[in-house]
Every structure is written in C-alpha cells, then in structure tokens.
C-alpha cells in the first residue's frame, strides 16, 4: 500500500509524486447549512495509477457525538454542488479492509455497492456513539479512469441507516489520480529511467563508474500540517538477481553492488540538485546528505510541515556494481505516495 492523499500510502498525512507518482490531497470547503463540518479529514489512496483497483483510508474526525448508522464517501467531480461521478470511479466491488475503528460499534458495519460511485457502510443497530478519530478503510475501489485527473470524496454521516435520514456531519477531501513510471537498467549497456514518455540516460553500469540520473516531482498544498511525500518498490532486479538497496546513508563506491537515491546536490557523483521553489518542502533524514544515498521501502523521503507554496524535488538515483554481478536487463517499479494532512 502507498499512502495520497493525500498519497502509498490510518493516519494523517501528506503528498506525492515520481518514480510512479502516487497522490492523494485534501482541501476543505466551505460548511453546509445543516451539517457540522467534520475535522482533520483525509483519504489515503494505496495507489493513484488510473483504472486500478486499490484502497481507500479515510481518517476523520466528527464534531457531532451524535450516533452513526451509516456513512457515505461521494466520489465528484467537484467539491461542491451538482454531484458527477468521475468517469471510470466505481465502489461495486468495495469491501471494508476491516471494520471501522471508534465509529461506534467494533463491529456490526457492513458496506452497500448499490450505488457505484459511493463507497457506503451501514449498521441499523450501532449504539454506540463515535469517540475520538475516526478511519474508515476500503478495498477494491476503481479509481478514475482519466490521468492526472484531480476528484473530490464527499463525506457524510447519518443518523439513520439508509445514508438518507439525519444527517448528522461532513466535509469534502481531494485526490488525483496519476501515472506510473518504469525503472530500467541494463548492465554493461545503458541505465535508463523512464519518466512518462522521457527517457533519461544514466551510461553503462561497470565496476570502474557509477550509474546516476535523476527525476523531478513537486508538491504544495494548503493543508494545515502540510504534506509528506514517501516511496515504496524494490530495489533493481534482473530474474533471481539484485543489485543492493542501501538500508542506510552510505557513500556511492564503484566496484561494488548499490541501489540509493537522495534528495540534494552530490558531487560523488556529480549529480542532483538541493531543494527549489518558495515552500517551506525538504527532503527527508536519510536522504538530506549530499554524497550519502539510501532507498528503503516505505521511507519518507520529504515533507513539510504546514502550509506551503510548492517545492520542486529532485530525487538523485545511483548505481554501482562489482565484478561478479550477472548482466542482464535490470529494472524496477517504485511508487511515490504522498499524503496532505489537514
């Protein structure tokens, strides 16, 4: 899982972009007449490729301590108005990841596919009233099927059971949907990277030189405790045979088996550039060091921690290998996520 959107991927977090951008942000909207505005909302999308069938981790917080009964999250087109299921989005398949936690009950919640652009739990004899945060997790949701399309998930809760009587809170959060890109490498021949439909040459991998090249995301947003950006993959692999991922912050040596990245300017070797752009966006620890590489799955590699206009990342891939590394074509799929937390 990638934690959007806000985005790889039950928690708050922040935002995402390149070696397979992975996205999910949120923003909030203006308050309905009849509702109260839920808080510190935010949806979590396990992967923002186009058409993929993935999960959804909406974590939230409702002013009301009114009971719930049922609940809906609205896939539209916009934050507000006339709702139009984004072309493609569809909940008919969805299934709770696991029941939903401090909503009322432990258990009991079971989820309603009659209405394929709303992902919808219900439970007539819920009691219980919510308590602190709340996480709502789905399964087998389709997302949009339009690239770098941006849409909206409308929140409501409800005192009845039907997602129709009493409403009780609500708010709106974003995601978008984007592309994935392919990693390749060829030992003895040319380290590529693919970005879209760039192609970004890395020369020949051999015992006496380093492979390097780099690609570039950015992110903003105006959620009030910012973003953070992680990454997710393997490390470059050709059949039964890898090349090491550094587990911590290691200088780049030839003549040796090394997967890293960082987020800085290197001199060793020369590649890469530090952090751009008027936000208030840095790259993560582990990753801030020029000259020291690191890739773990899963690490957050850049955040920022409130508000912020936008930062231009870009991220620094190296690669090295000894003399007993068996050539073949090399390549990977690494996914970043990026989450807003509002």
Known sequence: MIKHSML????????????????????????AVNAAQITDRSVVLGTSLASAST?????????????????????????????????????????LSSQPV???????????????????ISNASNSTAP?????VAFSNVTNPS?????FF????????????????????VAASTAE???????VDETFTFSLASQVVPLGTLSTALTGSGTSVMSASTNAENGYSISIAGNTLTAGPNTITALTTPTASTVNSRQFGINLVSNTTPAVGTNVTGSGSGAAATGYNTANLFKFVSG?????????????????????NIDGSTPPGSYQTVLTYVGTANF
């Open 55 to 95: 999960t959804y981790t909406f974590n939230f917080t409702v002013p009301s301590a009114t009971v719930i009964q049922s609940a809906s999250f609205t896939a539209c087109t916009t934050a507000s108005g006339a709702c139009t299921t984004p072309a493609g989005f569809s909940a008919a398949s969805s299934a």
């Open 153 to 172: 998930m409308r929140i409501q809760t409800y005192s009845g059971s039907d997602w129709t009587t009493g409403l009780i809170d609500e708010g709106t």
């Open 180 to 186: 994935q890109v392919v990693v390749t490498a060829s």
């Open 299 to 319: 690490d957050t590699v850049a955040s920022a921690g409130a508000p912020t206009n936008s930062n231009t990342y870009t991220t620094s891939y190296i690669a």
């Open 8 to 31: 790889n991927l039950g928690q708050k977090r922040s935002f995402a972009a390149v070696v397979a951008v992975i996205l999910a942000i949120m923003i909030a909207v203006s308050p």
């Open 146 to 150: 339009a690239l770098n399309e941006t």
């Open 131 to 135: 308590t602190g945060s709340q996480t």
């Open 102 to 120: 401090n909503v009322g009950d432990a258990s009991g919640w079971t989820v309603d596919t009659s209405a394929p652009g709303s992902l919808r």
